[in-house]
T-cell receptor, first 112, second 114 residues
Framework: SQQGEEDPQALSIQEGENATMNCSYKTSINNLQWYRQNSGRGLVHLILIRSNEREKHSGRLRVTLDTSKKSSSLLITASRAADTASYFCATDADNAGNMLTFGGGTRLMVKP | ETGVTQTPRHLVMGMTNKKSLKCEQHLGHNAMYWYKQSAKKPLELMFVYNFKEQTENNSVPSRFSPECPNSSHLFLHLHTLQPEDSALYLC?????????????FGSGTQLSVL
C-alpha cells in the first residue's frame, strides 16, 4: 500500500509566490526525503530529513517534519517558472525493509 | 547529469518482441534499482540489487527479467509484454541499500507496448 501521500495533487501559482506541498504517511519512519521530477525525466533528490529533526533548509526549500502527525511539508519560497515539476515525498519505513516508498506526487505549475 | 545513464530513452515494441533496457552508473555505488512509473500511479519498486545480488523482487511478472553483471551495470530484459506494461522505467543507484540514503535516478526509458 502507498506509504506517502502528497497533497494537493496539483498546484498552480504565480512566479514569486510561495508553494507549499504536504505529505502524509502511515507508519513510523527513519527518514523522509523529497524529490523533484521534470516531465518525462528521472527524479532528483532535494532534501532528506531524519525522524529526529523537525525542520531543514536548503536554499529556497524548507522542509518540516511532524512525526506525531505523521506528516511533512515542503515549502518553496519565491517560486520561479523553472520550479515547475512534480514533487514526491519518499519514506524509509521500518515495516518496508527500509526500502524507499514514494507517494503519488504534487504537480506544481509556476506561471511566469 | 546525475551519474546514472539509461538507454534507450524511448522504446516502442510489439507484444512478441524481446528487448533490453540498460542502466550504467558512474558513482561507485553498490546498489541499483528498477522502478516503474505509470501514469497517475505512484512509483513502483521492481527490483533491488546490492553488490550484484538481488535483494528485492516486488512480485514482478516473469516477463521482466533483471540482470546485474557488476555493481555499475543493470539490465532489464523484456519479453512478451502487455500494453499495460507501457510506462516510464527508471533506474536508480545508491551507496548501499537505503537505510536513509538518497537515490540517484537516470532519465528513464519511456516504453510503449503496442
Amino acid at each position: 500500500s502507498q506509504q506517502g501521500e502528497e497533497d494537493p495533487q496539483a498546484l498552480s501559482i504565480q512566479e514569486g509566490e510561495n508553494a507549499t506541498m504536504n505529505c502524509s504517511y502511515k507508519t513510523s519512519i527513519n527518514n523522509l526525503q523529497w524529490y523533484r521530477q521534470n516531465s518525462g525525466r528521472g527524479l532528483v533528490h532535494l532534501i532528506l530529513i531524519r525522524s529526529n529533526e523537525r525542520e531543514k533548509h536548503s536554499g529556497r526549500l524548507r522542509v518540516t517534519l511532524d512525526t506525531s502527525k505523521k506528516s511533512s511539508s515542503l515549502l518553496i519560497t519565491a517560486s520561479r517558472a523553472a520550479d515547475t515539476a512534480s514533487y514526491f515525498c519518499a519514506t524509509d519505513a521500518d515495516n518496508a525493509g527500509n526500502m524507499l516508498t514514494f507517494g503519488g506526487g504534487t504537480r506544481l505549475m509556476v506561471k511566469p | 547529469e546525475t551519474g546514472v545513464t539509461q538507454t534507450p530513452r524511448h522504446l516502442v515494441m510489439g507484444m512478441t518482441n524481446k528487448k533490453s533496457l540498460k542502466c550504467e552508473q558512474h558513482l561507485g555505488h553498490n546498489a541499483m534499482y528498477w522502478y516503474k512509473q505509470s501514469a497517475k500511479k505512484p512509483l513502483e519498486l521492481m527490483f533491488v540489487y546490492n553488490f550484484k545480488e538481488q535483494t528485492e523482487n516486488n512480485s514482478v511478472p516473469s516477463r521482466f527479467s533483471p540482470e546485474c553483471p557488476n555493481s555499475s551495470h543493470l539490465f532489464l530484459h523484456l519479453h512478451t509484454l502487455q500494453p499495460e506494461d507501457s510506462a516510464l522505467y527508471l533506474c536508480a543507484s545508491s551507496q548501499g541499500v537505503p537505510r536513509g540514503e538518497k537515490l540517484f535516478f537516470g532519465s528513464g526509458t519511456q516504453l510503449s507496448v503496442l
